[in-house]
């Protein structure tokens, strides 16, 4: 009988976030389940590596991004978003919350793929910039300017007229006709 090290325990906790990651980046139930299930037997055959005590939630879906990556290539093709149900992305509503509803998707699908990911991870995923960073194997300063530019770029398509400032959080927004040309308002509310 096998020895009960708990490695199967964590990778059917991580199951439902792993599904959430795949649809995420996939933007295909069927093409995501495909890459969950091809991301668990890629780590059940790779268990070894998995060195006990460090972040199994950052390992699994490091090889999970991995995984997409390489398909990715492979595949040379994208999935458009429109084609997505609207049940993957989000629960029906009010017809009004389903316009804005297709207006984000949209804005989403059109982010740059590492920028979507990574603002997908964070909003969806509520993985830390740390985790973000290990999963796509860049630095933590890298992570958190993907997140930030994603929103930016966000609000820059979703506001049509209204300008993402680039001094701003990314979720403070500076419509552009409430600006007077010639005229700023510095830090301590004085025109310059």
Not at 71 to 76: A, F, M, N
Not at 91 to 96: H, K, L
Request: glycine share 8%; charged share 25%.
């Amino acid at each position: 009988m096998p020895q009960h090290d708990g490695f199967h325990d964590l990778l059917t906790a991580a199951l439902p976030r792993l599904r959430t990651h795949a649809r995420a980046l996939t933007r295909n139930r069927a093409a995501a389940d495909d890459l969950v299930h091809d991301a668990v037997a890629s780590a059940l055959a790779g268990r070894h590596s998995f060195t006990p005590g460090t972040n199994f939630r950052a390992w699994i879906h490091r090889i999970l991004h991995n995984r997409f990556i390489t398909d990715t290539r492979k595949r040379h093709a994208t999935e458009d978003l429109d084609h997505v149900p609207d049940a993957v992305l989000g629960i029906g509503g009010a017809q009004e919350d389903r316009l804005i509803l297709g207006e984000l998707r949209g804005a989403i699908g059109r982010l740059p793929a590492e920028q979507r990911a990574a603002l997908l991870m964070v909003a969806l995923q509520g993985m830390s910039y740390d985790e973000v960073a290990e999963v796509t194997g860049c630095a933590v300063g890298a992570a958190k300017s993907r997140v930030f530019r994603a929103r930016r770029q966000l609000q820059a398509m979703l506001f049509g007229k209204e300008e993402a400032s680039s001094n701003a959080s990314p979720r403070c927004i500076v419509p552009a006709s409430s600006r007077t040309s010639g005229i700023r308002a510095s830090s301590t509310g004085a025109a310059d």
